[in-house]
């Protein structure tokens, strides 16, 4: 019988300085940078549009409705925004926030069932995984749907292996699980672990017995509690469509409540790849350190299920449940599996104290460490002479990075020369603090003209007249975030011949109007070789054509498209 640790002896300090320590690791660079594409730019023009319009039930871009998402994380980044009144601090923070309570609850939870050093360890092991991190820091949607993932498994765990676990925790996590639903669809995941949880029960024996059961009330009560919450948004969103008769806001609740959840999952319609594409093409490299582990991690796992300890057996069942069920969707990207990680790291801490001084596990996180080092340095100095893949990517983008990928890699080094006496695993963490201190500061400021339209918005402004109205053909929403001056756009689902013919319709109305599209948009209905180049920006060549650049005839599309003017308030200028 296993004894379950007790909350008499838990120290609130250790979650204070946890929580600074992450919080300062993942917001470092806040402030930097502009949103990037190509999803930070959307969200980040819903969220400035909120708060400047006040419209905040439905999510608007450029005028037009998003359905793709529900409003919870906008509505995350336009309260920051309305705090702080700077987009370029509001957007990330979010982010941040979210992985900084993800590590806290993964903390506090593997020390409730375990005990103080395996909690630092599930906490360590989040903070050192690659694709964490990088979440964490990125103004994308998946940080937040991580935290609410994690924060219904924490409830569930509390619920059923925590003396101090009572029922109320089964609600609580259910009521995380619909605020995840209104933050991205899968917020539901968490309900995946009550299998594993089952095949714990079923299986309990003398040598581990579970410290409480309930009856189905209450796990009934808790996916009420959880439909309930997501009501808190959904019935306002119901009411409103019914009130306003508009065929567009009709669209919108059927394209959310069926087109971006179930037809998504069942049959996507981009981002296709093959069953085994999280398991071959993106853990082994988003799921570092975490998956150099396994093969150690493997005999105290196997060891759990003969002892059927549900502290370990139900976070790695959610975890394998997870790939599954991502798995079996057409429609991937590695961003998906990311709330997996947390419980993953939580069911390897257990063992981490025994297998952390392993000779050849240390000598794999050396290798690791010191191959990491040792490119970066040899990268930057090939650059600095103008040879090797750097000297391409600064004669393409005109922003040599050679300098600063050299520092990086002498630093790695020199860090690992200091600690070479130390844990592969310590040089491991070392060389990832180098390397995100690096990326959220030098490289986010570096890169920062490459990823934003800025230049090219300035470039226009020196060409076209300021009463001069420019109608964006097949941009992303990065240009109408950085906009100056009244636009027109098409709508973002409209197919391309259809936005063409709109386009052209729209400058020949509008003879003192301009389009602005990539050069490799050609078309039978524009002569590109009118239109002025605006300069460079996210991989393509940009062209400012007006009137004159328009042919006589335009093929005609099948469908109309519908023509949105957007005036922006307060142009974020960087």
Same mark, same amino acid.
């Given at each position: 019988?296993?004894?379950?640790? @007790?909350?008499?002896?838990?120290?609130?300090?250790?979650?204070?300085?946890?929580?600074?320590?992450?919080?300062?690791?993942?917001? !470092?660079?806040?402030?930097?940078?502009? *949103?990037?594409?190509? +999803?930070?730019?959307?969200?980040?023009?819903?969220?400035? $549009? /909120?708060?400047?319009?006040?419209?905040?039930?439905?999510?608007?871009?450029?005028?037009?409705?998003?359905?793709?998402?529900?409003?919870?994380?906008?509505? @995350?980044?336009?309260?920051?925004?309305?705090?702080?009144?700077?987009?370029? =601090?509001?957007?990330?923070?979010?982010?941040?926030?979210?992985?900084?309570?993800?590590?806290?609850?993964?903390?506090?939870?593997?020390?409730?069932?375990?005990?103080?050093?395996?909690?630092?360890?599930?906490?360590?092991?989040?903070?050192?995984?690659?694709?964490?991190?990088?979440?964490?820091?990125?103004?994308?949607?998946?940080? @937040?749907?991580? /935290?609410?993932?994690?924060?219904?498994?924490?409830?569930?765990?509390?619920?059923?292996?925590?003396?101090?676990?009572?029922?109320?925790?089964?609600?609580?996590?259910?009521?995380?699980?619909?605020?995840?639903?209104?933050?991205?669809?899968?917020?539901?995941?968490?309900?995946?672990?009550?299998?594993?949880?089952? !095949?714990?029960?079923?299986?309990?024996?003398?040598?581990?017995?579970?410290?409480?059961?309930?009856?189905?009330?209450?796990?009934?009560?808790?996916?009420?509690?959880?439909? /309930?919450?997501?009501?808190?948004?959904?019935?306002?969103?119901?009411?409103?469509?019914?009130?306003?008769? +508009?065929?567009?806001? @009709?669209?919108?609740? +059927?394209?959310?409540?069926?087109?971006?959840?179930?037809?998504?999952?069942?049959?996507?319609?981009?981002?296709?790849?093959?069953?085994?594409?999280?398991?071959?093409?993106?853990?082994?490299?988003?799921?570092?350190?975490?998956?150099?582990?396994?093969?150690?991690?493997?005999?105290?796992?196997?060891?759990?299920?003969?002892?059927?300890?549900?502290?370990?057996?139900?976070?790695?069942?959610?975890?394998?449940?997870?790939?599954?069920?991502?798995?079996? &969707?057409?429609?991937?990207?590695?961003?998906? =599996?990311?709330?997996?990680?947390?419980?993953?790291?939580?069911? /390897?801490?257990?063992?981490? *104290?025994?297998?952390?001084?392993?000779?050849?596990?240390?000598?794999?996180?050396?290798?690791?460490?010191?191959?990491?080092?040792?490119?970066?340095?040899?990268?930057?100095?090939?650059?600095?002479?103008?040879?090797?893949?750097?000297?391409?990517?600064?004669?393409?983008?005109?922003?040599?990075? &050679?300098?600063?990928?050299?520092?990086?890699?002498?630093?790695?080094? !020199?860090?690992?020369?200091?600690?070479?006496?130390?844990?592969?695993?310590?040089?491991?963490?070392?060389?990832?603090?180098?390397?995100?201190?690096?990326?959220?500061?030098?490289?986010?400021?570096?890169?920062?003209?490459?990823?934003?339209?800025?230049? =090219?918005?300035?470039? =226009?402004?020196?060409?076209?007249?300021?009463?001069?109205?420019?109608?964006?053909?097949?941009?992303?929403?990065?240009?109408?975030?950085?906009?100056?001056?009244?636009?027109?756009?098409?709508?973002?689902?409209?197919?391309?011949?259809?936005? !063409?013919?709109?386009?052209?319709?729209?400058?020949?109305?509008?003879?003192?109007?301009?389009?602005?599209?990539?050069? &490799?948009?050609?078309?039978?209905?524009?002569?590109?070789?009118?239109?002025?180049?605006?300069?460079?920006?996210?991989?393509?060549?940009?062209?400012?054509?007006?009137? $004159?650049?328009?042919?006589? &005839?335009?093929?005609?599309? $099948? $469908?109309?498209?519908?023509?949105?003017?957007?005036?922006?308030?307060?142009?974020?200028?960087?």
């Amino acid at each position: 019988m296993t004894k379950w640790p @007790s909350f008499s002896c838990y120290q609130r300090t250790d979650l204070i300085w946890l929580g600074l320590i992450t919080f300062f690791l993942l917001a !470092m660079g806040i402030g930097l940078r502009a *949103p990037w594409p190509a +999803d930070e730019p959307r969200f980040a023009l819903i969220a400035k $549009d /909120m708060v400047e319009t006040g419209q905040w039930l439905f999510p608007m871009r450029g005028n037009e409705l998003y359905p793709d998402k529900p409003p919870l994380f906008m509505w @995350s980044i336009a309260l920051f925004y309305a705090l702080t009144g700077s987009l370029h =601090i509001a957007f990330l923070l979010p982010s941040a926030i979210a992985g900084t309570v993800t590590v806290l609850a993964v903390f506090d939870i593997g020390r409730r069932l375990w005990g103080s050093r395996e909690a630092w360890w599930a906490a360590g092991l989040l903070l050192a995984s690659v694709q964490f991190v990088l979440q964490a820091k990125s103004a994308q949607i998946d940080a @937040s749907v991580c /935290m609410w993932v994690t924060l219904g498994c924490y409830g569930l765990l509390r619920a059923t292996l925590c003396e101090d676990g009572y029922a109320l925790w089964w609600l609580g996590g259910c009521v995380a699980m619909g605020l995840g639903i209104m933050t991205k669809g899968v917020g539901f995941l968490p309900l995946l672990m009550l299998l594993p949880y089952g !095949m714990s029960v079923w299986r309990q024996s003398a040598v581990q017995t579970l410290p409480k059961r309930y009856c189905w009330g209450w796990w009934a009560a808790g996916v009420l509690a959880m439909l /309930m919450t997501l009501l808190l948004w959904l019935l306002p969103m119901l009411l409103a469509v019914d009130g306003r008769l +508009d065929p567009a806001y @009709s669209a919108y609740r +059927d394209n959310i409540l069926m087109k971006q959840t179930v037809t998504r999952y069942a049959n996507s319609w981009h981002h296709i790849k093959p069953f085994w594409y999280f398991v071959l093409n993106v853990v082994p490299w988003a799921w570092l350190p975490l998956v150099v582990l396994l093969p150690w991690q493997w005999p105290h796992w196997r060891t759990a299920w003969q002892s059927n300890d549900a502290r370990i057996l139900m976070p790695l069942g959610f975890v394998l449940l997870v790939l599954l069920f991502f798995s079996l &969707s057409p429609g991937k990207r590695g961003v998906y =599996i990311l709330p997996a990680l947390p419980m993953l790291a939580l069911a /390897m801490a257990p063992a981490m *104290p025994h297998i952390a001084g392993k000779k050849w596990l240390s000598r794999i996180f050396w290798a690791l460490t010191t191959l990491i080092g040792a490119s970066l340095t040899v990268t930057g100095w090939l650059g600095i002479l103008d040879t090797g893949p750097m000297a391409k990517l600064t004669g393409r983008y005109e922003v040599d990075g &050679s300098g600063l990928l050299l520092t990086t890699g002498i630093v790695v080094l !020199m860090v690992l020369v200091l600690l070479r006496r130390r844990a592969g695993w310590q040089a491991w963490g070392a060389t990832m603090l180098v390397l995100w201190c690096s990326y959220s500061t030098g490289f986010a400021s570096m890169l920062n003209p490459l990823r934003t339209p800025a230049a =090219i918005w300035q470039a =226009i402004d020196e060409t076209a007249g300021k009463e001069s109205e420019i109608a964006l053909l097949d941009t992303g929403e990065q240009f109408m975030l950085f906009a100056r001056r009244p636009i027109v756009h098409f709508g973002y689902h409209t197919p391309p011949a259809t936005e !063409m013919y709109a386009a052209w319709q729209w400058l020949k109305a509008n003879p003192g109007g301009y389009l602005l599209l990539p050069v &490799s948009r050609e078309s039978t209905c524009l002569d590109l070789t009118k239109g002025i180049i605006m300069g460079r920006a996210h991989r393509e060549d940009w062209l400012l054509l007006g009137p $004159d650049g328009l042919r006589p &005839s335009c093929p005609q599309a $099948d $469908d109309k498209a519908t023509t949105f003017r957007y005036e922006p308030i307060n142009p974020l200028i960087r």
